[in-house]
Protein backbone atom coordinates (compact mmCIF):
# COMPACT_ATOMS: atom_id res chain seq x y z
CA UNK A 1 0.00 0.00 0.00
CA UNK A 2 1.52 3.33 -1.24
CA UNK A 3 2.08 5.45 2.08
CA UNK A 4 -0.46 7.92 2.35
CA UNK A 5 -0.89 11.48 2.11
CA UNK A 6 -0.59 12.90 6.71
CA UNK A 7 -2.23 16.19 5.78
CA UNK A 8 -5.39 14.87 4.03
CA UNK A 9 -5.47 12.45 6.91
CA UNK A 10 -5.46 15.16 8.94
CA UNK A 11 -8.29 16.95 6.93
CA UNK A 12 -10.43 14.25 6.75
CA UNK A 13 -10.23 13.32 10.46
CA UNK A 14 -10.97 17.19 11.33
CA UNK A 15 -13.88 17.50 8.39
CA UNK A 16 -14.89 14.09 10.60
CA UNK A 17 -15.30 15.69 13.86
CA UNK A 18 -17.04 18.68 12.58
CA UNK A 19 -19.23 16.98 11.29
CA UNK A 20 -20.23 14.51 14.41
CA UNK A 21 -20.13 17.20 16.85
CA UNK A 22 -22.63 19.16 14.10
CA UNK A 23 -24.89 16.39 13.29
CA UNK A 24 -24.38 13.56 15.96
CA UNK A 25 -24.45 11.35 12.58
CA UNK A 26 -21.39 10.06 11.31
CA UNK A 27 -20.15 11.27 7.64
CA UNK A 28 -20.84 8.45 4.57
CA UNK A 29 -17.43 8.23 2.30
CA UNK A 30 -20.00 10.21 -0.11
CA UNK A 31 -19.59 13.42 2.44
CA UNK A 32 -15.86 13.39 2.91
CA UNK A 33 -15.40 12.94 -1.20
CA UNK A 34 -17.39 15.91 -1.65
CA UNK A 35 -16.18 18.06 1.35
CA UNK A 36 -12.50 17.64 0.08
CA UNK A 37 -12.57 17.21 -3.49
CA UNK A 38 -11.68 13.61 -3.76
CA UNK A 39 -12.71 10.38 -4.87
CA UNK A 40 -15.09 8.12 -2.31
CA UNK A 41 -12.80 5.03 -3.09
CA UNK A 42 -9.81 7.27 -1.92
CA UNK A 43 -11.95 8.73 0.84
CA UNK A 44 -12.70 4.93 1.98
CA UNK A 45 -8.94 3.80 1.29
CA UNK A 46 -7.92 6.38 3.95
CA UNK A 47 -10.46 5.60 6.49
CA UNK A 48 -9.12 1.68 6.74
CA UNK A 49 -5.91 3.20 6.30
CA UNK A 50 -6.34 5.35 9.18
CA UNK A 51 -8.17 3.10 11.25
CA UNK A 52 -5.34 0.35 10.89
CA UNK A 53 -3.00 3.53 12.12
CA UNK A 54 -4.91 3.50 15.20
CA UNK A 55 -5.56 7.31 13.91
CA UNK A 56 -9.12 7.18 13.91
CA UNK A 57 -12.08 4.00 14.70
CA UNK A 58 -13.92 3.21 11.31
CA UNK A 59 -16.23 0.19 11.95
CA UNK A 60 -19.99 -0.61 9.76
CA UNK A 61 -19.29 2.45 8.45
CA UNK A 62 -19.12 4.98 11.86
CA UNK A 63 -16.08 6.93 12.38
CA UNK A 64 -15.17 7.50 15.89
CA UNK A 65 -12.00 9.74 17.37
CA UNK A 66 -11.03 10.15 20.76
CA UNK A 67 -12.81 13.68 20.46
CA UNK A 68 -15.93 12.18 19.70
CA UNK A 69 -15.91 9.79 22.51
CA UNK A 70 -15.65 12.36 25.09
CA UNK A 71 -18.60 13.87 23.46
CA UNK A 72 -21.02 10.55 23.39
CA UNK A 73 -24.59 11.68 24.08
CA UNK A 74 -25.69 8.74 26.17
CA UNK A 75 -28.66 10.41 28.45
CA UNK A 76 -31.61 9.10 30.80
CA UNK A 77 -35.12 10.24 30.03
CA UNK A 78 -36.48 12.31 33.54
CA UNK A 79 -40.32 13.42 34.03
CA UNK A 80 -40.36 17.06 35.67
CA UNK A 81 -43.32 17.08 38.16
CA UNK A 82 -45.02 19.76 39.51
CA UNK A 83 -45.61 17.81 42.53
CA UNK A 84 -44.11 14.82 43.83
CA UNK A 85 -45.82 11.38 42.80
CA UNK A 86 -47.46 9.10 44.85
CA UNK A 87 -50.29 8.11 43.09
CA UNK A 88 -50.98 5.69 40.44
CA UNK A 89 -49.52 5.90 37.65
CA UNK A 90 -52.26 7.50 35.55
CA UNK A 91 -51.98 9.82 38.35
CA UNK A 92 -48.26 10.03 37.94
CA UNK A 93 -48.67 10.64 33.76
CA UNK A 94 -50.82 13.46 34.67
CA UNK A 95 -48.58 15.62 37.13
CA UNK A 96 -45.58 15.67 34.57
CA UNK A 97 -44.75 18.87 32.87
CA UNK A 98 -42.17 17.83 30.61
CA UNK A 99 -39.60 14.81 29.66
CA UNK A 100 -36.07 15.79 29.42
CA UNK A 101 -32.41 13.91 28.60
CA UNK A 102 -30.21 13.94 30.94
CA UNK A 103 -26.44 13.64 30.25
CA UNK A 104 -25.20 10.74 31.90
CA UNK A 105 -21.93 12.53 32.03
CA UNK A 106 -22.90 15.07 34.38
CA UNK A 107 -25.99 13.58 36.21
CA UNK A 108 -25.02 9.71 35.94
CA UNK A 109 -27.30 6.63 35.25
CA UNK A 110 -30.54 5.58 36.82
CA UNK A 111 -34.75 5.68 37.41
CA UNK A 112 -34.97 9.71 37.43
CA UNK A 113 -37.32 12.19 37.80
CA UNK A 114 -36.97 15.78 38.72
CA UNK A 115 -39.37 17.48 41.00
CA UNK A 116 -40.02 21.42 40.34
CA UNK A 117 -38.99 22.41 44.46
CA UNK A 118 -42.01 25.07 46.16
CA UNK A 119 -41.13 27.06 49.38
CA UNK A 120 -38.20 27.42 51.67
CA UNK A 121 -38.10 24.35 53.75
CA UNK A 122 -34.84 23.55 51.84
CA UNK A 123 -33.32 26.62 51.39
CA UNK A 124 -30.34 25.65 53.90
CA UNK A 125 -29.52 22.44 51.61
CA UNK A 126 -29.37 24.97 48.68
CA UNK A 127 -33.04 24.39 46.94
CA UNK A 128 -34.77 27.69 46.79
CA UNK A 129 -38.49 27.76 45.29
CA UNK A 130 -38.56 27.13 41.44
CA UNK A 131 -35.39 24.92 41.60
CA UNK A 132 -35.13 21.43 39.67
CA UNK A 133 -34.21 18.96 42.18
CA UNK A 134 -33.24 15.34 39.96
CA UNK A 135 -34.39 12.13 42.23
CA UNK A 136 -33.69 8.83 41.89
CA UNK A 137 -36.28 6.49 42.52
CA UNK A 138 -35.51 3.98 45.36
CA UNK A 139 -37.14 2.63 48.77
CA UNK A 140 -34.48 3.51 51.22
CA UNK A 141 -32.05 6.38 51.96
CA UNK A 142 -29.48 6.37 54.53
CA UNK A 143 -29.06 8.66 57.31
CA UNK A 144 -28.18 12.39 56.12
CA UNK A 145 -29.46 11.97 52.63
CA UNK A 146 -32.31 14.52 51.32
CA UNK A 147 -35.48 11.98 50.38
CA UNK A 148 -38.96 12.72 48.85
CA UNK A 149 -41.05 11.13 51.69
CA UNK A 150 -44.76 10.58 52.00
CA UNK A 151 -45.89 10.45 55.50
CA UNK A 152 -49.06 10.19 56.62
CA UNK A 153 -51.03 10.78 52.88
CA UNK A 154 -48.43 13.51 52.11
CA UNK A 155 -44.99 14.37 50.42
CA UNK A 156 -42.63 16.14 51.40
CA UNK A 157 -38.41 17.11 50.50
CA UNK A 158 -36.32 16.71 53.52
CA UNK A 159 -33.14 15.49 55.30
CA UNK A 160 -33.58 11.78 56.51
CA UNK A 161 -32.54 10.73 60.11
CA UNK A 162 -33.42 7.48 61.93
CA UNK A 163 -34.12 8.89 65.71
CA UNK A 164 -33.29 5.07 67.21
CA UNK A 165 -33.22 5.95 70.38
CA UNK A 166 -37.48 7.80 69.90
CA UNK A 167 -37.95 4.88 67.34
CA UNK A 168 -38.93 7.54 64.80
CA UNK A 169 -38.00 8.98 61.57
CA UNK A 170 -37.11 12.35 61.49
CA UNK A 171 -37.16 14.73 58.68
CA UNK A 172 -35.66 17.52 59.04
CA UNK A 173 -36.34 20.88 57.32
CA UNK A 174 -33.31 23.59 56.36
CA UNK A 175 -34.78 26.37 57.27
CA UNK A 176 -35.01 26.93 61.29
CA UNK A 177 -38.16 28.30 60.76
CA UNK A 178 -39.54 25.10 60.47
CA UNK A 179 -39.82 22.34 62.90
CA UNK A 180 -38.70 18.83 61.67
CA UNK A 181 -41.39 15.97 61.15
CA UNK A 182 -41.53 12.90 63.73
CA UNK A 183 -43.13 9.80 62.14
CA UNK A 184 -42.92 6.19 63.29
CA UNK A 185 -42.75 5.66 59.51
CA UNK A 186 -42.74 7.01 56.19
CA UNK A 187 -42.74 5.76 52.34
CA UNK A 188 -39.46 6.89 50.63
CA UNK A 189 -39.69 7.75 47.21
CA UNK A 190 -36.64 8.83 46.07
CA UNK A 191 -33.27 10.47 47.24
CA UNK A 192 -31.79 13.69 45.46
CA UNK A 193 -28.81 13.37 43.26
CA UNK A 194 -28.80 17.12 41.85
CA UNK A 195 -29.65 20.19 42.21
CA UNK A 196 -30.59 22.53 38.59
CA UNK A 197 -30.55 26.08 39.38
CA UNK A 198 -34.00 28.12 38.78
CA UNK A 199 -32.71 30.88 36.10
CA UNK A 200 -33.47 34.24 38.05
Same mark, same amino acid.
Not at 20 to 40: C, H, M, V
Not at 80 to 98: F, M, R, Y
Not at 106 to 134: E, K, P
Not at 163 to 181: F, S, T, V
Given at each position: ?????????????????????????? =???????????????????????????????????????????????????????????????????????????? =????????????????????????????????????????????????????????????????????????? =?????????????????????????
Amino acid at each position: MRTKNQALMEKIRAFAEEHILKTGAS =PSTSDIAEALGIARSTAYKYLSAMDNMGKISYRGGVIETGRTRLCESRTSRAAIVGSIPCGTPEEEEEAVEAYVAL =PDAIFGTGDFYILRASGDSMQGAGIDSGDLVVIERCSCARDGEIVVALVEGENTLKRYYVDREAGKIRLHAEN =PRYADIMASECEIQGVARHIIKAVV
